[in-house]
T-cell receptor, first 114, second 114 residues
Framework: NAGVTQTPKFQVLKTGQSMTLQCAQDMNHNSMYWYRQDPGMGLRLIYYSASEGTTDKGEVPNGYNVSRLNKREFSLRLESAAPSQTSVYFC?????????????FGPGTRLTVT | AQSVTQLGSHVSVSEGALVLLRCNYS??????LFWYVQYPNQGLQLLLKYTSAATLVKGINGFEAEFKKSETSFHLTKPSAHMRDAAEYFCAVRVNTGGFKTIFGAGTRLFVKA
């Protein structure tokens, strides 16, 4: 199994450009998540999708949009990139329903906005 | 509100020495607690989790953690550090706010000296 895959692995954008980060999982998980990781701040939740067809804002949603395309795929879009969005982005998935389910993470996308 | 505090952003130990990474949480309900490890340039992976079955939880790679309700702590330990343990470690609490979400601590980077 591939688990959680993310594309691209690296990206450099200029301020104002747009892009979409792709995420897919092959574990038949209901819930999917997008986080950003910045030094000294741990992981902060951007958006999540508890199940196919639903999406909700997390802790830091401003400047981002998401699409739960189907059960496997959950994309994150930056409409107009800003230098403050320079970060490492992780997608994760988990089975739904109970709190003791851990999350499974992708390898991350390293985004630099100049 | 639920939160996670990891004491010490960096911990350095000698190879063979005890590893102790500290985590305290706040939660208004019995928590689900996790430790994740992140090796360089990789996503997070589960080390261990507390789900109320036992207060002492054993994980992968010789790590274990003890849930202490009276101290609201979930410290991670390993009796003898190995060079391959050098990584960043995240404590996390999973909460139900109309769908389960995970709150991560800021992380502790472990250095292992030869």
């Amino acid at each position: 199994n591939a688990g959680v895959t993310q594309t691209p692995k690296f990206q450099v954008l200029k301020t104002g450009q747009s892009m979409t980060l792709q995420c897919a999982q092959d574990m038949n998980h209901n819930s999917m998540y997008w986080y950003r990781q910045d030094p000294g701040m741990g992981l902060r939740l951007i958006y999540y999708s508890a199940s196919e067809g639903t999406t909700d804002k997390g802790e830091v949603p401003n400047g981002y949009n998401v699409s739960r395309l189907n059960k496997r795929e959950f994309s994150l879009r930056l409409e107009s990139a800003a230098p403050s969005q320079t970060s490492v982005y992780f997608c994760a998935s988990s089975p739904a329903g109970t709190g003791n389910n851990e999350q499974y993470f992708g390898p991350g996308t390293r985004l630099t906005v100049t | 509100a639920q939160s996670v505090t990891q004491l010490g952003s960096h911990v350095s130990v000698s190879e063979g020495a005890l590893v102790l990474l500290r985590c305290n949480y706040s939660s208004s309900v019995p928590p689900y607690l996790f430790w994740y490890v992140q090796y360089p340039n990789q996503g997070l992976q589960l080390l261990l989790k507390y789900t109320s079955a036992a207060t002492l939880v054993k994980g992968i790679n010789g790590f274990e953690a003890e849930f202490k309700k009276s101290e609201t702590s979930f410290h991670l330990t390993k009796p003898s550090a190995h060079m391959r343990d050098a990584a960043e470690y995240f404590c996390a609490v999973r909460v139900n706010t109309g769908g389960f979400k995970t709150i991560f601590g800021a992380g502790t980077r472990l250095f292992v000296k030869a």
